[in-house]
């Protein structure tokens, strides 16, 4: 676009002077909402080390966790407007401009993390919703993973009536609120950054995250239970404004996607051993209640949840949706 320059130039040239010099630095701003003994907190930081190593300094990262810069429903909008030049939120939060994207809420669609891999790289699943992207001046440079998330609660969760009547803190997503509803439950949509306060406070009795997001929020100390049920996918979409990206130098650029591609590697390889490493944590700390699920348990869940994706078929595509159930 026509605008592609001053834009980069608002958002990169911090160093004052005019005149081209070349040390000027380009300033990419990561924003993000999770702690950084996180896949994703860990990510933005190897991808910081490598990205200025690759770029010979040319390019200065700085990431911002915690929701210190923005809330997940203010983020795409930031990288549109170039105030930030890369995110990394789930694709819960794409949802909002793409329902196609809803297709990752949608609760046990994908086997194991094999599994989510393999839609990511599909050009029918990844492939086309990467590209819809475009349309809205975002450019989506990689999927990172967290892993499958967990029923954290004060009551125990174990079969889907204990559902009933439970207030449980969603992400902004039509499907994990239907997924919910179809329990019983009263999903509440909530910033990420409030659901600790939240628990803590009583205003919602639950919740489902990932292992890591559960630790490194502490929400382990303010719930009893964790439900091991791995239920749903949490997974990032990395993304940028499409005009700063096309408008960087090629080395920087080269420089910056072989740094990504490197940091999406680690991610792949590491994000389950993250999730582990902080169930072992939750555990020591001794605050909350494991229950594991029987095989039978689980399928009970599995019955009440998917009769959701008949209702989803027009707003994901059935496409997409048959897509993914033929990965398994
Ligand atoms: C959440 O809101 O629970 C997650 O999307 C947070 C995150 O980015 O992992």
Known sequence: GCGARSQQNNASNESGENGGASDEKIIIKFSHVVAENTPKGQAAEMFKELAEEYTNGK????????????????????I??????????????????????????LPFIFKDEENVQKAMES???????????????????????????????????????????????????????????????????????????????????????????????????????????NHGYLGYAVITNADFWNGLPEDVRQGLEKALAETTDWVRENSKRLNEEQLELIKQAGTTEIIELTEEERQAWVDAMTVIYSEFENEIGKDLIDAAKALW
Do not use: C
């Not at 911002?64 to 909008?77: G, I, M």
């Not at 549109?80 to 809420?105: E, H, I």
């Open 80 to 105: 549109q407007q170039n105030n930030v030049q890369l995110a990394a939120p789930s694709t819960s939060v794409v949802t909002k401009l793409y329902p196609q994207w809803t297709l990752f809420d």
């Open 123 to 229: 050009p029918e699943i990844g492939g086309k919703l990467f590209t819809m992207l475009e349309e809205q001046n975002l450019l989506g440079l990689a999927m990172w993973d967290n892993g499958f998330k967990q029923m954290h609660s004060n009551k125990a969760i174990k079969t889907p009536a204990d559902f009933k009547g439970q207030k449980l803190r969603v992400m902004s997503s039509k499907v994990l609120e239907a997924q919910f509803k179809a329990v019983g439950a009263n999903p509440t949509p909530m910033a990420f950054g409030e659901v600790y306060s939240a628990l803590e406070q009583g205003v919602i009795d639950g919740g489902e995250n990932t292992l890591s997001n559960v630790y490194s929020q502490k929400m382990h100390e303010v719930q009893k239970y964790l439900t091991m049920s």
């Open 59 to 78: 390019v200065e990262v700085q990431v911002f966790p915690n929701s210190q810069l923005y809330k997940d429903e203010d983020v795409l909008a930031a």
